[in-house]
């Protein structure tokens, strides 16, 4: 398997996973309301609370209704739930996957996107490094 197949099947094992999430979304409207105004504001949204509160399940609604929130069918969504896959239970290997997806999508539409991604990749490389020395 090469790098562009794994890429597109840990897309789609995320896709999944968000789907069936999505199903055992009930009764938290005014959260999902809240998370609507924020994005459409162009503001950062945080999801936080103690585990088995549906952090997860609001998480897929958020992504599987983004696109019709912002009017922007063609905006490139990337959504990774950590631990779902090998892929995403790591750090590194994370962020190389996320980052590939924004490179991809960039490539498909503005190349003016790509030094950003390898700003990033760089960045989470710093980062991981000093970590992995106990400085972060």
Partial sequence: INREDELIEEIFEHGSFCKRKCMLFHGRDEFLTTVKETVKKDQIAVLYGE???????????????????????????????????????????????????????????????????????????IALSFSLQGIV
């Fill in 51 to 125: 585990s088995g509160c549906g952090k997860t399940s609001l998480m897929a609604k958020v992504a599987m209704e983004v696109k019709k929130w912002l009017g922007k069918d063609s905006a490139t969504i990337v959504t990774r739930f950590i631990g779902t896959t090998p892929d995403s239970s790591d750090v590194r290997s994370l962020m190389r996957s996320i980052c590939q997806q924004i490179s991809r999508a960039s490539d498909d539409s503005e190349n003016d996107a790509v030094p950003q991604v390898n700003t990033l990749i760089k960045a989470e490389e």
